[in-house]
């Protein structure tokens, strides 16, 4: 597809109101390279997949969204193989689950 680059990139806000959230997500929801976004719990708020045709596009991007919004720590990790990745959610766990419940 031409897109072989995965980065994962950890965001620190530096803010919790409700305006730097939508403001966040619809940054996010703006620029098409970022395909998932996920708030988190611990030390860092979100992370975000990025896919890239290469790791020179990411400064292209990582621009874009500061431009959209403050945050106070940006770090992006790059992803060398994927070592699984799967579509299907496991429901065999949901099933043994019921059975001894």
Same mark, same amino acid.
């Given at each position: 597809?031409?897109?072989?680059?995965?980065?994962?990139?950890?965001?620190? *806000?530096? $803010?919790?109101?409700?305006?730097?959230? *939508?403001?966040?997500? @619809?940054?996010?929801?703006?620029?098409?390279?970022?395909? $998932?976004?996920?708030?988190?719990?611990?030390?860092?708020?979100?992370? +975000? #997949?990025?896919? +890239?045709?290469?790791? $020179?596009?990411?400064?292209?991007?990582? #621009?874009?969204?500061? =431009?959209?919004?403050?945050?106070?720590?940006? *770090?992006?990790?790059?992803?060398? $193989?994927?070592? #699984?990745?799967?579509?299907?959610?496991? +429901?065999?766990? +949901? =099933?043994?689950?019921? *059975? @001894?419940?």
């Amino acid at each position: 597809m031409g897109l072989p680059t995965t980065l994962f990139v950890t965001v620190g *806000s530096g $803010e919790h109101s409700e305006e730097w959230t *939508s403001r966040f997500r @619809q940054a996010v929801a703006e620029i098409p390279e970022i395909v $998932e976004a996920h708030r988190m719990t611990g030390s860092v708020d979100y992370i +975000l #997949k990025i896919v +890239l045709p290469n790791v $020179e596009d990411y400064d292209r991007v990582y #621009k874009q969204l500061i =431009r959209r919004i403050k945050m106070t720590d940006v *770090s992006a990790f790059i992803s060398m $193989e994927t070592v #699984k990745s799967v579509e299907a959610l496991p +429901l065999t766990v +949901l =099933r043994n689950a019921a *059975s @001894q419940g």
